[in-house]
């Protein structure tokens, strides 16, 4: 595009919470006109979607975070809109539309009534999608569910790298904010999981994308599904649990009116339900766990260099790397790849697992690629640990030494009730040598990734994960 100046998005991309390169020294190099959403009505915005590339000069350019694309909404207004201010991009002389003062246009309910239009309207057409034939951008919709056409829209304020709107009560809109061309494994697993009938998701209403010209591969722009409006983040009913137990210190966390075990078990149960769907949909394969072991030192290494503690415990995370590669070959499948209690909501029908995007930071050919469900318990085992130690942090004004050290044991029941009740939920009895050896080794290789994340973002957190470390060493 050739009518305005890259610095607006420049401008505009710093000033959002899911740009992942703040901080970071990026210039944008590209953008491109994906299209305009359909269903406008009279006096409704143009609402049209860019593709802004930014390349980043602190890397190689061949290296694979040098180059990333984010989706850009605007609604284009021709005159000023004082209730979207807060939302402004930028004016400028557009070829088609003349003067238009632009808006993110996830904060404009009239934009975002042409989006839900959008995806009404490709409920009836044949093979249930709507393509425009120019631009190829595609409204696809999955049978059994009718959307509220005039539903209002609200923009969920507290996310960090995509945005998500909700339409009424029954119906929510995630947009992904960095994309890649390629199938995006949050739409490919719920399209699955709801096809299959999973109850341990949000069901899946339907996802817009577009056909990259550059590379023949589509462009997974958004997704529709099921709005859990009144479902409870798991980690805050988590956190509430710990403070419960804080509120009376006569309680042990078997008998506070918050424990949180059997809600872990619940869990536990409602996960292994999940992967026995995964892998029966998607099918499952083997890996060489010698492989699976040089990965893992690789990020020992590379943790190493960042995190001077992990040094003392670098022998006994090497033998447990031995006996991961003494196990042969392991049954791998589609996981979630990124769980976590932030990662589940508690409804009334039982618990409901969320974003299958996977980490951020991996490409997206490796996030779409099979791996051992272990991954996925380790990371709620981590969680479990986190939770007390955040509830505990809370508290670290009250400087009493003998009450300190009673929250930290309370707090050590609580982790170990929930992981040990969580953990027996899932495996049904007993694990063998082989389970417990990649389980062991899963949370320690997490425990490193947290090592490095706390001590670049909060260096006084770093002794939570260090102490799992220990843990693991010390068994």
Avoid at 7 to 26: E, Q
Avoid at 299 to 321: I, K, M, S, T, Y
Wanted: glycine letters at 6%; hydrophobic letters at 40%; proline letters at 5%.
């Amino acid at each position: 595009m050739t009518h305005l100046d890259p610095k607006v998005f420049t401008d505009y991309l710093v000033r959002t919470r899911w740009f992942a390169g703040k901080g970071r020294p990026f210039t944008v190099t590209g953008v491109r006109l994906v299209g305009e959403v359909p269903g406008r009505v009279e006096d409704s915005p143009h609402v049209v979607i860019h593709l802004v590339q930014v390349s980043y000069s602190d890397v190689e350019a061949t290296a694979v975070d040098a180059v990333e694309l984010y989706q850009v909404p605007l609604a284009f207004y021709e005159h000023p809109q004082q209730r979207l201010d807060h939302a402004f991009v930028g004016w400028w002389e557009h070829p088609e539309h003349g003067w238009v003062h632009a808006y993110d246009a996830l904060h404009d309910r009239e934009a975002m009534a042409c989006w839900l239009r959008s995806f009404d309207a490709a409920a009836s057409q044949e093979h249930g999608n709507t393509v425009d034939p120019e631009t190829m951008l595609t409204f696809h919709r999955l049978p059994g569910y009718d959307l509220e056409a005039e539903a209002p829209s609200m923009l969920f304020t507290g996310e960090q790298s995509n945005s998500s709107v909700s339409f009424g009560e029954d119906a929510l809109m995630k947009v992904f904010r960095k994309v890649t061309p390629g199938v995006n494994p949050d739409v490919a697993v719920h399209d699955v999981l709801t096809r299959a009938g999973s109850d341990h998701v949000a069901a899946l209403y339907g996802w817009l994308d577009v056909l990259d010209a550059d590379s023949d591969a589509v462009i997974q722009l958004a997704m529709l599904q099921q709005f859990l409006r009144t479902a409870t983040d798991g980690w805050d009913l988590a956190l509430g649990s710990v403070r419960s137990l804080f509120a009376d210190p006569e309680l042990h966390a078997r008998e506070s009116g918050g424990d949180f075990a059997g809600e872990a078990a619940r869990l536990g149960e409602a996960l292994r339900e999940l992967h026995e769907t995964l892998r029966e949909s998607f099918g499952s394969s083997s890996i060489e766990t010698g492989d699976l072991a040089e990965q893992m030192r690789s990020r020992l290494a590379a943790a190493e260099n960042v995190v001077p503690g992990l040094a003392e415990h670098h022998q006994a995370l090497a033998d447990l790397h031995d006996r991961v590669a003494r196990l042969g070959r392991i049954e791998v499948h589609r996981i979630h790849g990124d769980l976590h209690l932030g990662q589940t909501l508690r409804t009334s029908k039982g618990w409901k697992v969320v974003d299958f995007e996977g980490e951020p930071a991996k490409p997206l050919a490796e996030r779409m690629l099979p791996d051992s469900p272990w991954r996925d318990v380790a990371g709620m085992m981590r969680s479990f640990d986190y939770v007390p130690h955040v509830a505990v942090r809370e508290r670290e004004e009250e400087t009493d030494p003998e009450e300190a050290a009673q929250r930290t044991r309370r707090a050590q029941e609580w982790a170990h009730r929930a992981r040990n009740h969580f953990l027996n939920a899932y495996t049904g009895g007993q694990l063998s040598d082989t389970q417990h050896t990649l389980l062991d080794a899963y949370v320690a290789d997490k425990a490193v990734y947290e090592t490095v994340y706390e001590t670049r973002n909060r260096p006084t957190w770093v002794d939570i994960p260090l102490q799992a470390v220990a843990r693991i060493g010390a068994a």
